[in-house]
């Protein structure tokens, strides 16, 4: 495995990405940069060692415009390196990646879900430390009495409401698109086929 890390920055609607990995897999992600330096020095600083800019991953690249203008995109075919990562946080990180577009979990339910049901706070602090947000989507994670819990872009709970939000609308407006397309029954058509009940 090589130990150069291949960085590719971008803009989006949710501000400059960084988006960093090695082999063909993403290791690393932050988001919400004001610019194309802030990006950058937050990847240097955040990974060390040697980085190559370049456009590593254009499938990663531009699945994360696009979520981050407002469609519904899937990240679960993109290959992560979780390495040094601590396996129960690995286990925890798994099953936040399982959580559908639109919807949210506990921490509580989270941990459970990575065998450990008692260790909440430690299912925190795996989400806290997401490596790859967005790509892990540690914003659909929300406290047991409804409140936002932490969230570490460079904006904080702020961009993270912001993300729930826009999956809402979306979900929202998909699920309004699928009645109104959904076939319906006039009442003087189902009058009539009462009628041919009760005359036959």
Same mark, same amino acid.
């Given at each position: 495995?090589?130990?150069?890390?291949?960085?590719?920055?971008?803009?989006?609607?949710?501000?400059?990405? &960084?988006?960093?990995?090695?082999?063909?897999?993403?290791?690393?992600?932050?988001?919400?940069?004001?610019?194309? %330096?802030?990006?950058?020095?937050?990847?240097?600083?955040?990974?060390?060692?040697?980085?190559? #800019?370049?456009?590593?991953?254009?499938?990663?690249?531009?699945?994360?415009?696009?979520?981050?203008?407002?469609?519904?995109?899937?990240?679960?075919?993109?290959?992560?390196?979780?390495?040094?990562?601590?396996?129960?946080?690995?286990?925890? #990180?798994?099953?936040?990646?399982?959580?559908?577009?639109?919807?949210?979990?506990?921490? &509580?339910?989270?941990?459970?879900?990575?065998?450990? /049901?008692?260790?909440?706070? &430690?299912?925190?602090? %795996?989400?806290?430390?997401? /490596?790859?947000?967005? #790509?892990?989507?540690?914003?659909?994670?929300?406290?047991?009495?409804?409140?936002?819990?932490?969230?570490?872009?460079?904006?904080?709970?702020?961009?993270?409401?912001?993300? #729930?939000?826009?999956?809402?609308?979306?979900?929202? %407006?998909?699920?309004?698109?699928?009645?109104?397309?959904? /076939?319906?029954?006039?009442?003087?058509?189902?009058?009539?086929?009462?009628?041919?009940?009760?005359?036959?």
């Amino acid at each position: 495995m090589s130990d150069t890390r291949q960085l590719s920055l971008f803009e989006t609607r949710l501000g400059w990405f &960084a988006l960093a990995g090695r082999d063909g897999r993403a290791t690393w992600c932050s988001f919400g940069h004001a610019n194309r %330096a802030a990006a950058e020095l937050a990847a240097r600083r955040a990974l060390g060692g040697t980085i190559m #800019l370049r456009d590593w991953h254009p499938t990663a690249r531009r699945r994360l415009t696009e979520f981050a203008a407002g469609e519904r995109v899937t990240f679960e075919d993109i290959e992560l390196d979780l390495d040094g990562v601590p396996a129960f946080h690995r286990k925890v #990180l798994a099953a936040c990646r399982k959580i559908r577009y639109g919807e949210t979990q506990t921490y &509580a339910k989270l941990a459970a879900g990575a065998g450990r /049901p008692r260790a909440v706070r &430690a299912a925190g602090t %795996a989400m806290a430390s997401n /490596p790859l947000p967005i #790509l892990i989507p540690c914003h659909r994670v929300v406290r047991s009495d409804g409140g936002l819990g932490g969230y570490s872009a460079p904006q904080g709970v702020s961009v993270k409401q912001r993300l #729930l939000l826009m999956e809402a609308r979306h979900r929202r %407006a998909r699920t309004d698109g699928l009645i109104a397309k959904s /076939p319906r029954r006039s009442r003087k058509a189902g009058a009539g086929s009462a009628r041919k009940v009760r005359t036959a």
